[in-house]
């Protein structure tokens, strides 16, 4: 892999985490009318996310690493919290916190490269 498809790949993938996150933010205090344009959105920049995020492992990693899938849960919970900050208004706060959680634990995982 080159190393201009490495940065195209890692810009992609930020640019799309940071919509990701901003979705669930935008879920929680938006009016239910933007309910099908947002999870549109939220659907479009999680698969580039998954996308760009599985290509990088597999070119710079070789699919080497567990933290990686770390990385994955973290994504399946942050695909998830924006649905649910529409479901369930009441815990807005709740789903902020836990996407903020989330985006952290996946930042952690790409620095440390713990395990």
């Known amino acids: 892999m080159t190393i201009q498809e490495v940065n195209a790949l890692h810009i992609l993938h930020v640019f799309s985490a940071i ?21 549109r959105w939220s659907g479009v920049v999680s698969l580039l996310v998954v996308l760009t995020g599985i ?8 699919f080497q690493g567990v933290w990686p899938v770390v990385k994955i849960v973290c994504w399946l919970a942050l ?6 900050a529409y479901k369930r208004r009441e815990k807005a706060g709740l ?12 930042l952690v995982m790409v620095y440390l490269r713990p395990f």
């Open 55 to 62: 290509r990088m492992w597999q070119g710079m990693y070789q």
């Open 79 to 84: 695909s998830a919290f924006a649905g649910l």
């Open 19 to 39: 919509g990701l996150v901003g979705s669930v933010f935008y879920a929680a205090a938006a009016g239910p009318e933007t309910k099908k344009a947002l999870m």
């Open 95 to 106: 789903w902020i916190m836990l996407a903020l959680l989330a985006a952290a634990i996946s």
